[in-house]
């Protein structure tokens, strides 16, 4: 690629300028801020597009208003031109895309023909698909980017670093560190969590383990004799210990025993000097007690009792006995008894009394309203028989009876005359209509000749015969004349036609017969002339033979109409007379001219005939009025006739039933005069005082009974008075009322109960004197048998009385008691001692006093106690020691401490085994990698090496790679190795320039991509300068080369060292 | 002249720790732990049963020269228990349980004979009917160190009795042993005695037939270089002298080495069943012992790297004991197969003589490899490099120290594969891809 034309119209502070490039080497020469380094940002925003807004220097933004971007023109590999135009369109207005820009890459082809390319295309056709990142890096470099060096190390680049054979060394560096991580996960000299780490602990712990249990034997033997010596020690302490607790237990049981053996020999000293009281029975004083208790017991209980019987025999005297309550106890009680009952009859009574008093009010009231003047008797002697009563039901009956008939009668007069009336009336009616309608149609008929209506009638009939056969023949002749008189002159008309069509025939005739006879054919031509003249023959005949018809049939009917005419007025005459027939002479006479005129003119005649007509209807219908009037009249009469007849026998009837009401009446009085009873009483009434009448009997036989009841009640109070004032007497012994005695019966009743509870007292008292007499009994011959008891056991004793026997008893008491408390004391000294200590026990208590036993006991306790503790000191040491040999025992029996010493140093000899293998795979890749960096360099370090001693004038001979860390060092021809990092400004320079250029030469892609450099050369000398510049020079045989600069001596120094290279220089 | 019959151990390292062994639950490690003193049981139940009129120990009968109590407490219990039957003892001491060892203070039986510092002897009768019938010579270590030749020490025969001469020591100076009492089989040979009853080497051999000269191994294997049946010798003497042996096992836990090949492998899974299968085996030709074993897995393929890198190893290890730890614990471990450990010996399937040859990155690491494996040793090498983080700690060291060139080449060979199986990830995914 090779550019041509740079035209930059608006990119950093750079407007409308255009460059052109024709040398292989161009320099851009000129001052600071002339806008060098712009161009070269411009170039790369060319082929690559605008950077980011982060980078405002690169991305050139010009600072005013107006077009931000330009065009580049190159040629291609093949020569071919290419244009790239590029806008920046946010400077174009276009806000909303700010970052997008607008671009144009045309390309011209074979044939001269332009097309429009992509972004992609351009890069893959004319860049050789280098990078944006790798261009700017590689390609077109200022001095800051030819010192990021670790740009070379990006992965893209790394593949030109490294030998071919060895896939760019990242295999062997992941390899390596693999190993490293292997490694470090497996030991660190220093770690602490590696797994060595973790074993060599477990190791060392174990260790401690097997020191200890080492130790195991040496304490075992140690543990075994301290056992046998203690053992020794033990049984020494044992028979020591056995004989001093021995005399201590002796003491001390002197010591604890001494108070009871000094009782003891007390009491034996005393029971000697005791009285011999050997026949003293055993008890003998508790029994004698025993029995004195008894007695005075005994002696108590029988003074009780006869106090008892004294108390008793004083109470009784207290209840007297009561004669005249023996006597009549009995009937009182009788009498309280019936009491009640007595009270009850009281009671009925006075009930009774008034119901007795109520029904007499009731019988009084009951006869006043039967009849004031009644009586009781006359109420009982009237019978109330079942035929009494029907007899007066039959009465009532008949008497209801008559009343229902005259009602039914005299409705029925009543009707009956109204229906007279009404009769009456419409006759008077019917014969007024009548008179008034014969004289209506008197006057206006009057002129009707006949009286007798059918004679009227016939003559109308024969009128009306005689006309319909005038009329009849009238109509005859007026029809056929003037069917004449049209006739001919039709005949006038129809000859017209005739003529022209037998004229036309003929001329046909005579035609066709021409035309047949012309036409040669003479037979039809008369045939034809003879059917037409036939025809014309016919037609002729006809026309005359219609005429002659019609002019015969009129001339019959005259003669018929003049005699019908004649009889019409004949009939006429005699039917209509009178006022009304002298103005129809009138009219008929100038009818009868007219008739005669008529003979001519008949329509008179109609009309004559209609008014008749007229006449004679109006006259038929006032005859058929007054028919029908007359038979109105008729039944009207008929009627008021029957009425009257029917009136007559109702009222007939009326008095018959009038006669039949008179003789019950009769009847009736007789029957209440036959039983004494009021004349005024209806049948109705009657059955009232029926009914009243039985409730009077009823009352007064209600009346008797009760009556008979309240005597036996009286009798019965008085009875039981009498008796009640008969007790009372006997008992106060004066007469008493006998109201009063019953009242006083209560009292008498209550004292009565009060004695009965004093007998049934003086009873119980009675029984308790009995009962206590027989106990004081019982209880003397009690007392007597204890004396003789007492007497006997004094006796036993063999002492003379009761108080020697008493001594003897206390002696006996007290031997008793000594002989116990020795045989105690002996217990409690010297139970569990057998003889001999006993004995020693003795002697011991006889020869040492107290204080001596006590010295003595003390010192042997304290001995006994030392060893006691020696001993249990000596027992728990033993028990120590054994627990210890048993636990060694048990700690060497389980002891796996070796064993898994020996586990953790085989687990630790396969981890270091693994370490070592791979630590010597590691220290094998190291190694040869550092043949490889040492002895074997890649292609682009081969270039790089020589651009660097050709840059340097041979001060290095060489670049080397260090693998590990991809560092750079210069070599120089003594073989001695500079890190990059230490090198001079200027030197470092140069080798990161000898470094790009190999790169770019041993890209194969790139091969004449032109080379941009900005004032990289500030940090040379003016030797290595020229160096530079020769390597330039032989650079620009394959590629174009454009050097930005601002010192006047290196485009000066290009001048001269490069001939041919193109000095553009910039204001 | 009277037969007789009598029994030769040795070696009993009585609660000796096992080496090389990790990952053992309670339950196990007791059973491993107690497997010493059940060989001793065995050993009573032997004397017991085959009617012996005596047994000789040669030496080494605890571990190390801190006796363990219970070591000593069980022996005791051993000697009283013989004694009750009549059974008389014969002991010496060895490197490891040297006379001035910490040893319980007890009066020692009767029956039981312990030689002293300098060479002495007894005579031995015959349990039926007392007759003397043989001499028995020997010697205890004063010391752990003994490094003269004792041998030329012991007493001459001089009655007709059979003559024993209890022996610990390195006869001919078998380099895979420590040298103790350092003598040649002529010096037996030409000593006159009948029978020499050796001890110290673990390893069961008779080295010579006439007169016998014997080393029965110890009675219990204790690390995987032991492995195969242990036990201990009856041996029957009859009038003329004639001397037969019968080799009797009494351990209870056996060690093995197996082999588990990954080359006919595709995976890993597949790999999983031909282990399974051999460990099968293993199990039933050991029907009555606990096998311990050691996985040797050897070949190329490509499930090493499967192997190496991950923890399918780790898994498979922990499962399997898992396993076994569960189901001895049901059988009293007769029959299992506790994985002692597994090595990873197998490589990747790579040619590694045409990445010798080539011109890259692994043909330089490869021809390195090869030019330290020439030089393990050099001080400045690889090697030295690489372990010299782990010098740092004293326990470390020790293991360093104590560790076989056997070991450090095993170790290179793996690096060589682990990084290897690193660097060539990508081409063998590749290779992987084609087939």
Known sequence: MRLERINIEGFGAIRDKTFSIHAPVTVLYGPNEAGKSTVLYFIRAMLYGFPGKGTPAERGEPAGEGVHGGELRFLDKEGIPWVIRRYNRSREGNTVFGKG????????????????????????????????????????????????????????????????????????????????????????????????????????????????????????????????????????????????????????????????????????????????????????????????????????????????????????????????????????????????????????????????????????????????????????????????????????????????????????????????????????????????????????????????????????????????????????????????????????????????????????????????????????????SIVMLLGMGYVFWNGRHGREAQRSASADSQALDEGGIERVDQLYTRLVSSPYAAAASENTDGRRHQTAALTRDPVRVEVQMRELRAVMEGWQAWRQRLDRMTSDCAAAEEKAALQAAELKTVQSTVEQEERRYLELERQWEAWLKSRSLPQSLSPDVMFDVFIKVEQGQEFIRQQKSLGMRMDVLLREAEEYASQCSEIVAAESNEHIDSRNSVAELDHVHSRWKAYQEESRQRKVLADRIQELQNEAAAFAREREDVQQRKASLVELSQSADEESFLRMGAAAKRREELVQAIRHHEISMFSGWDDAGRLQLEQLLELTDAAGLEAQCLEKEASVSAAVRLRDELQERRGRLLQERESLESAGNQDSALQQLEEQRSALREVVAQYAVRSMASEFIKRTRRIYEEEKQPQVLLLASRYFSLLTGGEYSRIVMRMGDQSLLAERPSGQLVESSRLSRGTAEQLYLSMRLGLIQAMPHANGMPLLLDDLFVNFDGKRTGHAFRVISEMSQTRQIILMTCHQHVAEQVEAAIPGAQIITMQ | MASFRFIHAADLHLDSPFIGISGLDDNLRSFVQESTFRALERLVKLAIDQQVDFIVISGDVYDSSHISLRAQLRFLDFLERLGAEGIAVYVIHGNHDPLDSTKLSMKLPSHVHVFGVEPGSVTAKRRSDHQEVAVISGMSYPTSKVTDNIALRYPAPLSGLYHIGLLHANVDGDPQHETYAPCSRKDLIRSGYHYWALGHVHTRRTLQESPYIVYPGNIQGRHVRETGPKGCYVVDVDDNFNTRLSFRELDSMRWNIIEAPV??????????????????????????????????ITGRGPVHRQLEGGYVLDELLADLRRKEAAKGAKCGYRGCVWIESISLQSGDSFDTQRLLAEDSFVGDLLRLVRREQEHLQAPDGVIAASLEPLLEHAEIRALLEETTPDEIEDWVRRAEELTLGLLLRDRLQEEGAEP
């Open chain 1, 101 to 528: 820009e607008r671009v144009h890459i045309h390309r011209q082809t074979d044939n001269g023909m332009v097309i429009e390319l992509g972004q992609k295309e351009l890069e893959q056709l004319a860049l050789g698909g280098i990078s944006k990142d790798m261009f700017r890096q590689l390609f077109a470099i200022s001095l800051s980017e030819l010192q990021e060096i670790r740009n070379l190390q990006s992965a893209e680049m790394s593949s030109y670093l490294f030998h071919a054979g060895i896939g760019g060394g990242a295999y062997i560096l992941e390899a390596e560190r693999k190993l490293l991580q292997e490694m470090d996960k497996l030991y660190k000299p220093r770690g602490k969590v590696q797994e060595t780490a973790k074993l060599l602990q477990s190791i060392e712990h174990m260790r401690s383990r097997v020191m200890e249990s080492q130790t195991f034997v040496a304490r075992f033997n140690e543990v075994t004799t301290s056992i046998l010596e203690i053992q020794e020690r033990l049984n020494l302490l044992e028979q020591e210990y056995d004989r001093d607790a021995k005399d201590a237990s002796l003491l001390r049981k002197a010591l604890d025993i001494r108070p009871a053996w000094l009782e003891w020999r007390e009491a034996r000293l005393a029971l000697n000097d005791l009285m011999s009281s050997e026949h003293f029975p055993p008890d003998g004083i508790t029994r004698y007690e025993k029995l004195q208790d008894e007695e005075r017991h005994l002696i108590t209980q029988s003074m009780r009792i006869d106090q008892a019987i004294e108390d008793a025999v004083d109470k009784l005297g207290a209840l007297p006995l009561n004669t005249f309550m023996e006597e009549y106890g009995e009937r009182i009680e009788g009498l309280w008894a019936k009491r009640s009952l007595h009270e009850a009859g009281n009671r009925e009574l006075a009930e009774l009394t008034a119901e007795y008093k109520a029904q007499d009010i009731r019988l009084e009231q009951l006869l006043r309203d039967i009849d004031p003047a009644w009586t009781r008797e006359k109420l009982l002697s009237l019978p109330i028989s079942a035929s009494d009563r029907e007899e007066v039901r039959r009465l009532g009956a008949a008497f209801a009876g008559y009343d229902r008939r005259m009602e039914g009668l005299f409705i029925e007069q009543r009707a009956a005359q109204r229906a007279a009336a009404a009769a009456e009336s419409v006759l008077r009616e019917a014969r007024r209509l009548l008179r008034e309608e014969v004289a209506r149609g008197q006057e206006a008929f009057a002129m009707i000749k006949p009286k007798a209506p059918h004679e009227t009638a016939a003559l109308w009939s024969q009128l009306q015969l005689e006309i319909e056969h005038w009329r009849e023949r009238r109509l005859t002749r007026a029809s056929s004349e003037p069917v004449s008189s049209r006739l001919t002159k039709k005949d006038s008309l129809l000859p017209r036609i005739h003529v022209r069509l037998l004229v036309g025939m003929a001329v046909m005739t005579l035609l066709l017969a021409g035309v047949m006879l012309w036409t040669s054919t003479p037979a039809a031509a008369g045939i034809s």
């Open chain 2, 263 to 296: 080359d006919s492998c595709r995976d890993v899974d597949e790999w999983r069943r031909s282990l399974a299968s051999i460990l099968a085996r293993t199990a039933s030709e050991n029907a009555n012992q606990l096998s311990m074993v050691r996985v040797r």
